[in-house]
């Protein structure tokens, strides 16, 4: 009869944990220590001084960010106030053709009202209690929309993470992304 | 103060006239240059296989001849690489001859460096009236570091029109054993390097080692084409006769 | 999957060179990534400043690689990750297909990753009728050429578009031109199924990082976060080496490898993932497995010439940057990596100089590779200790062994040597025609193949130097006293230890 997945798992954490001595002890015998030795020290964590120091202002980010973008091939719009976004996203959706999207179950994304403003449109907010239909409905969305929880200038990204309330596919699997970025969320690296 | 001459065996064997050229060029300057005869080979072609004790047998007679000077010049950025370099690695394992060669280390100059650096010489007052090239060796700009000295010298040198080299930090192919080990390999390289040359339009090749220069003029006369392939000291040399 | 025939680089070399397809191709892309690299590395500026961080940082991990590694198991796990062991690459394709067959999948999509090439884990999948697919586009193309990766970064780099067109045609069933956005297309919509259905997702890994047990990758298409997070079972492969400590290092990783190896600020996507997915997240694997990969890495450990060999970060510029690489094309390396990283790890992985062929010897050591590497590995270095391994270990051409002795013999003593010198001046009489040689007899034939060689001149510097001396000597100025201080000032300098 074939194993249960927990006891396969298990299985294999025992003879991981067996090997985990051996393995680690290979490393510290080769680099002539007798153990494992305390905590080292990493001075030189992470990027130049010169580096950490390098800001741009609020203005700067902005442009920095929209030129990086739009030379790796995305397209970006800046808004002066929120109240703007729901007419672009509109039109933007219109000429792209979109027949269905997919939103982040974000607060502020469902004030943004899209079921209204493009009533032509599927509409689907991610649901982590229906996981399966969730990635259906990601899959087949012509685009999907969330609010970037960071965006940083110097390279022209956008960060997301993905929790209960925001999907992975959300921003993965359409079509069409679009991230609305909170200008103070934009960094300069 | 003694100044001494690291000739290389393929300057000594094959191309008397660059020696000439750097002790009559430095003598100029007052610089009176020793020859410690018992210099045989830098050890590159044996160390480069691989074979370090029979690097060790040819580097021992540099580390010798050399002990008590004070300057050492050699026409070659990929020899004079190989002491700065490896010599230490070479004798890791003799507290001596690793002193020696630390000490070496510290004397031996390339000799577009010895001049510009240790001298302060940019311009020796050459006239050549030539239309020339400049091939930039691996060892010497990689190794050693040697970028500003032969353009600086030749800079100053007057009626020279100096025609930048096409992909110039390209490797020419030699490589020591590796022109012969991976024939076609290298082949391939070298007829590169000669179009580029050829692209230029240069009457003259110059360079820092013979080594490829040895490489790139030999394709080139197996092309049959009539580019002039002079060392650096040559070409200075000569510039300075024709005033 | 096979290499072309020849066991030997110089041989596989061979063929190569007379393909000009290949070569153009190597070239153009080569050059274009080596330049964009220039191009982005003098616009972000400081780059020896950022090679120098970055060599110590990984350096760092590396020396300590015990501490490291374990703090990256334990809070892997902690994350509800499960983790393997593979001491050889067998390892690693046995517990990847005893997941696979727990879990009774049928198919398995693939990111890029050159360890899962080094495991083979393609050909151990595909033994047991379990489907494997490329998701990457290069390695989609050369999948379906059945053929190896022959670049770190851009696995089809052989391939012109007309080549890819015809592969992919093929697959479509109907013609497709050789244009990239039809081609690419038509990868896209045929990959998109794949994704949706496949039971395993593969990765690979570009960065662990040691204080979060995360998994950091690079990619540009997308499909590497397709891989990792639409099917169930996510599969990591992970090299033992390919770590760094805190996120804060990951900042100086991120500004070395996409410019490095693409000229990009930083690559399309960068994906951290931190264990399968939550109890409460809606999407991500529900199962997830990294298996840390040996086969040879740790070797290198406690090894003053190797150690730094596993600092690579795998960015592919020594590729972009060799000529030989250029000239040869990655099918001519044995093994799983190519170019100058290739020549010294392929060797390096196995401790058995023996089984080495002759990779180490496919260089002129021009020293282009380290220059390019953003963490400052002395490949050029690496190659020449390789190739001083094989000769004490007694695996070198006994032809080779006795040239060597000769020189050992006339280089101890110059005697011996300028009478060496003078029977070539004697004997190459019979040789030498209107003042060069050009004769293709035995040794001088891989010379004179493509090179004249100039004669000895009748006298040696040496033999001239006598009366040269004398000569000058009689007729030279006095060196002036500026000149004198100023050569004696650089020699008191070093006497206190100073360095010109």
Same mark, same amino acid.
């Given at each position: 009869?074939?194993?249960?997945?927990?006891?396969?798992?298990?299985?294999?954490?025992?003879?991981?944990?067996?090997? $985990?001595?051996?393995?680690? $002890?290979?490393?510290?015998?080769?680099?002539?220590?007798?153990?494992?030795?305390?905590?080292?020290?990493?001075?030189?964590?992470?990027?130049?001084?010169?580096?950490?120091?390098?800001?741009?202002?609020?203005?700067?980010?902005?442009?920095?960010?929209?030129?990086?973008?739009?030379?790796?091939?995305?397209?970006?719009?800046?808004?002066?106030?929120?109240?703007?976004?729901?007419?672009?996203?509109?039109?933007?959706?219109?000429?792209?053709?979109? $027949?269905?999207?997919?939103?982040?179950?974000?607060?502020?994304?469902?004030?943004?009202?899209?079921?209204?403003?493009?009533?032509?449109?599927?509409?689907?907010?991610?649901?982590?209690?229906?996981?399966? $239909?969730?990635?259906?409905?990601?899959?087949?969305?012509?685009?999907?929309?969330?609010?970037?929880?960071?965006?940083?200038?110097?390279?022209?990204?956008?960060?997301?993470?993905?929790?209960?309330?925001?999907?992975?596919?959300?921003?993965?699997?359409?079509?069409?992304?679009?991230?609305?970025?909170?200008?103070?969320?934009?960094?300069?690296? | 103060?003694?100044?001494?001459?690291?000739?290389?065996?393929?300057? +000594?064997?094959?191309?008397?006239?660059?020696?000439?050229?750097?002790?009559?060029?430095?003598?100029?300057?007052?610089?009176?240059?020793?020859?410690?005869?018992?210099?045989?080979?830098?050890?590159?072609?044996?160390?480069?296989?691989?074979?370090? +004790?029979?690097?060790?047998?040819?580097?021992?007679?540099? /580390?010798?001849?050399?002990? +008590?000077?004070?300057?050492?010049?050699?026409?070659?950025?990929?020899?004079?690489?190989?002491?700065?370099?490896?010599?230490?690695?070479?004798?890791?394992?003799?507290?001596?001859?690793?002193?020696?060669?630390?000490?070496?280390?510290?004397?031996?100059?390339?000799?577009?460096?010895?001049?510009?650096?240790?001298?302060?010489?940019?311009?020796?007052?050459?006239?050549?009236?030539?239309?020339?090239?400049?091939?930039?060796?691996?060892?010497?700009?990689?190794?050693?570091?040697?970028?500003?000295?032969?353009?600086?010298?030749?800079?100053?040198?007057?009626?020279?029109?100096?025609?930048?080299?096409?992909?110039?930090?390209?490797?020419?192919?030699?490589?020591?054993?590796?022109?012969?080990?991976?024939?076609?390999?290298?082949?391939?390289?070298?007829?590169?390097?000669?179009?580029?040359?050829?692209?230029?339009?240069?009457?003259?090749?110059?360079?820092?080692?013979?080594?490829?220069? /040895?490489?790139?003029?030999?394709?080139?006369?197996?092309?049959?084409?009539?580019?002039?392939?002079?060392?650096?000291?040559?070409?200075?040399?000569?510039?300075?006769?024709?005033? | 999957? @096979?290499?072309?025939?020849?066991?030997?680089?110089?041989?596989? @070399?061979?063929?190569?060179?007379?393909?000009?397809?290949?070569?153009?191709?190597?070239?153009?892309?080569?050059?274009?990534?080596?330049?964009?690299?220039?191009?982005?590395?003098?616009?972000?500026?400081?780059?020896?400043?950022?090679?120098?961080?970055?060599?110590?940082?990984?350096?760092?991990?590396?020396?300590?690689?015990?501490?490291?590694?374990?703090?990256?198991?334990?809070?892997?796990?902690?994350?509800?990750?499960?983790?393997?062991?593979?001491? !050889?690459?067998?390892?690693?394709?046995?517990?990847?297909?005893?997941?696979?067959?727990?879990?009774?999948?049928?198919?398995?999509?693939?990111?890029?990753?050159?360890? @899962? !090439?080094?495991?083979? *884990?393609?050909?151990?999948?595909? !033994?047991?009728?379990?489907?494997?697919?490329?998701?990457?586009?290069?390695?989609?193309? *050369?999948?379906?050429?059945?053929?190896?990766?022959?670049?770190? #970064?851009?696995?089809?780099?052989?391939?012109?578009?007309?080549?890819?067109?015809?592969?992919?045609?093929? !697959?479509?069933?109907?013609?497709?031109?050789?244009?990239?956005?039809?081609?690419?297309?038509?990868?896209?919509?045929?990959?998109?199924? =794949?994704?949706?259905?496949?039971?395993?997702?593969?990765?690979?890994?570009?960065?662990?990082?040691?204080?979060?047990? @995360?998994?950091?990758?690079?990619?540009?298409?997308?499909?590497?976060?397709?891989?990792?997070?639409?099917?169930?079972?996510? *599969?990591?492969?992970?090299?033992?080496?390919?770590?760094?400590?805190?996120?804060?290092?990951?900042?100086?990783?991120?500004?070395?490898?996409?410019?490095?190896?693409?000229?990009?600020?930083?690559?399309?996507?960068?994906?951290?993932?931190?264990?399968?997915?939550?109890?409460?997240?809606?999407?991500?694997?529900?199962?997830?497995?990294?298996? *840390?990969?040996?086969?040879?890495?740790?070797?290198?450990?406690?090894?003053?010439?190797?150690?730094?060999?596993?600092?690579? #970060?795998?960015?592919?510029?020594?590729?972009?940057?060799?000529?030989?690489?250029?000239?040869?094309?990655?099918?001519?390396?044995?093994?799983?990596?190519?170019?100058?990283?290739?020549?010294?790890?392929?060797?390096?992985?196995?401790?058995?100089?023996?089984?080495?062929?002759?990779?180490?010897?496919?260089?002129?050591?021009?020293?282009?590779?380290?220059?390019?590497?953003?963490?400052?590995?002395?490949?050029?270095?690496?190659?020449?200790?390789?190739?001083?391994?094989?000769?004490?270990?007694?695996?070198?051409?006994?032809?080779? =062994?006795?040239?060597?002795?000769?020189?050992?013999?006339?280089?101890?003593?110059?005697?011996?040597?300028?009478?060496?010198?003078?029977?070539?001046?004697?004997?190459?009489?019979?040789?030498?025609?209107?003042?060069?040689?050009?004769?293709?007899?035995?040794?001088?034939?891989?010379?004179?193949?493509?090179?004249? #060689?100039?004669?000895?001149?009748?006298?040696?510097?040496?033999?001239?130097?006598?009366?040269?001396?004398?000569?000058?000597?009689?007729?030279?100025?006095?060196?002036?006293?500026?000149?004198?201080?100023?050569?004696?000032?650089?020699?008191?300098?070093?006497?206190?230890?100073?360095?010109?």
């Amino acid at each position: 009869m074939a194993e249960s997945n927990l006891a396969f798992l298990n299985r294999l954490e025992g003879d991981s944990r067996k090997q $985990q001595q051996a393995f680690i $002890q290979n490393i510290a015998s080769r680099l002539g220590r007798l153990n494992e030795g305390g905590i080292p020290e990493h001075p030189l964590k992470g990027a130049p001084d010169f580096w950490t120091s390098y800001e741009l202002d609020y203005e700067e980010r902005i442009l920095r960010f929209m030129d990086n973008w739009r030379a790796a091939g995305g397209f970006t719009e800046r808004l002066a106030t929120y109240d703007e976004l729901p007419v672009v996203i509109a039109r933007t959706l219109r000429e792209l053709g979109a $027949q269905s999207l997919i939103r982040q179950n974000q607060p502020e994304l469902a004030q943004l009202e899209f079921e209204r403003i493009l009533p032509e449109l599927q509409h689907t907010v991610w649901s982590a209690d229906k996981p399966q $239909q969730a990635l259906v409905a990601a899959s087949q969305a012509d685009a999907g929309i969330a609010i970037a929880d960071y965006a940083v200038a110097y390279t022209g990204s956008v960060v997301m993470t993905s929790s209960k309330d925001k999907g992975r596919s959300v921003t993965l699997l359409p079509n069409i992304f679009i991230a609305i970025v909170p200008a103070e969320r934009l960094k300069t690296r | 103060m003694k100044v001494s001459l690291f000739i290389t065996c393929i300057s +000594d064997a094959l191309f008397p006239p660059i020696g000439e050229a750097m002790t009559r060029l430095l003598a100029r300057y007052g610089v009176k240059l020793h020859f410690p005869e018992v210099q045989t080979c830098c050890g590159q072609p044996a160390f480069n296989s691989g074979y370090w +004790d029979e690097a060790r047998a040819s580097a021992k007679t540099i /580390l010798e001849a050399f002990e +008590d000077s004070d300057f050492v010049i050699a026409p070659s950025g990929s020899c004079t690489g190989m002491i700065h370099h490896y010599y230490p690695k070479l004798f890791e394992n003799d507290p001596i001859l690793l002193e020696k060669s630390l000490q070496l280390q510290e004397k031996i100059f390339e000799f577009s460096q010895f001049l510009v650096q240790v001298l302060g010489v940019t311009d020796v007052g050459a006239v050549f009236p030539h239309k020339v090239t400049y091939h930039p060796s691996c060892h010497g700009t990689r190794l050693l570091g040697i970028k500003e000295e032969p353009m600086l010298l030749m800079s100053h040198v007057k009626g020279m029109e100096l025609v930048p080299l096409p992909y110039a930090e390209d490797c020419c192919g030699f490589g020591g054993t590796f022109a012969i080990k991976m024939s076609n390999i290298s082949g391939a390289m070298v007829e590169e390097k000669s179009q580029h040359v050829l692209e230029t339009e240069a009457e003259v090749l110059v360079g820092l080692d013979m080594g490829c220069l /040895l490489n790139i003029g030999g394709n080139l006369k197996f092309q049959g084409k009539p580019v002039r392939v002079m060392h650096l000291a040559e070409l200075l040399y000569e510039g300075v006769k024709l005033k | 999957m @096979s290499k072309p025939q020849g066991s030997s680089v110089k041989q596989r @070399s061979e063929t190569a060179l007379k393909d000009e397809f290949l070569i153009d191709a190597v070239k153009f892309t080569t050059e274009k990534l080596k330049n964009g690299k220039l191009a982005a590395t003098a616009e972000h500026g400081n780059w020896e400043e950022w090679r120098e961080r970055g060599k110590l940082i990984r350096a760092h991990t590396i020396a300590h690689l015990d501490f490291y590694l374990n703090q990256f198991i334990e809070n892997a796990r902690a994350q509800g990750v499960h983790v393997h062991f593979a001491p !050889e690459a067998k390892d690693a394709a046995r517990i990847a297909v005893e997941i696979a067959k727990h879990h009774q999948a049928k198919s398995v999509v693939k990111s890029k990753s050159m360890v @899962s !090439e080094e495991v083979h *884990i393609n050909e151990a999948f595909e !033994e047991l009728g379990i489907e494997s697919v490329e998701s990457d586009l290069g390695e989609y193309i *050369i999948q379906l050429a059945n053929e190896p990766p022959s670049h770190i #970064i851009i696995p089809a780099i052989h391939k012109n578009r007309y080549q890819i067109a015809e592969l992919l045609s093929k !697959e479509a069933g109907q013609t497709l031109p050789p244009e990239t956005k039809v081609l690419a297309g038509f990868a896209r919509q045929k990959l998109r199924d =794949k994704f949706l259905e496949a039971d395993i997702g593969l990765t690979g890994c570009n960065f662990g990082i040691a204080e979060s047990g @995360s998994v950091v990758i690079f990619e540009n298409e997308g499909n590497a976060r397709m891989v990792s997070t639409v099917p169930k079972t996510q *599969i990591t492969l992970m090299g033992m080496e390919r770590l760094i400590p805190t996120w804060d290092d990951l900042e100086v990783m991120a500004t070395l490898l996409p410019r490095s190896a693409t000229g990009q600020k930083l690559t399309v996507y960068m994906s951290g993932i931190t264990g399968p997915r939550r109890q409460s997240d809606g999407d991500g694997p529900e199962e997830m497995h990294i298996i *840390i990969v040996d086969n040879g890495r740790s070797l290198q450990l406690g090894d003053p010439d190797f150690q730094e060999l596993l600092n690579c #970060i795998r960015c592919g510029a020594c590729l972009n940057a060799c000529p030989v690489y250029r000239h040869i094309g990655g099918h001519s390396y044995p093994g799983t990596y190519s170019g100058p990283i290739g020549a010294v790890l392929t060797p390096a992985l196995n401790k058995n100089s023996g089984e080495w062929e002759d990779v180490a010897n496919a260089s002129s050591l021009c020293g282009a590779c380290y220059e390019a590497c953003p963490v400052k590995i002395p490949l050029h270095d690496m190659l020449v200790y390789l190739r001083n391994r094989k000769v004490e270990d007694g695996h070198t051409a006994t032809g080779e =062994k006795m040239a060597m002795k000769g020189f050992k013999v006339l280089m101890s003593s110059y005697k011996l040597y300028s009478k060496a010198v003078k029977m070539g001046q004697v004997g190459q009489k019979l040789l030498v025609r209107n003042g060069v040689i050009k004769s293709q007899l035995g040794p001088l034939k891989g010379w004179t193949a493509y090179r004249h #060689i100039p004669a000895l001149p009748t006298r040696s510097f040496r033999e001239q130097w006598k009366a040269l001396s004398t000569e000058v000597e009689a007729s030279m100025p006095s060196m002036s006293s500026e000149t004198k201080t100023r050569l004696e000032q650089m020699v008191l300098n070093r006497k206190k230890g100073g360095h010109e």
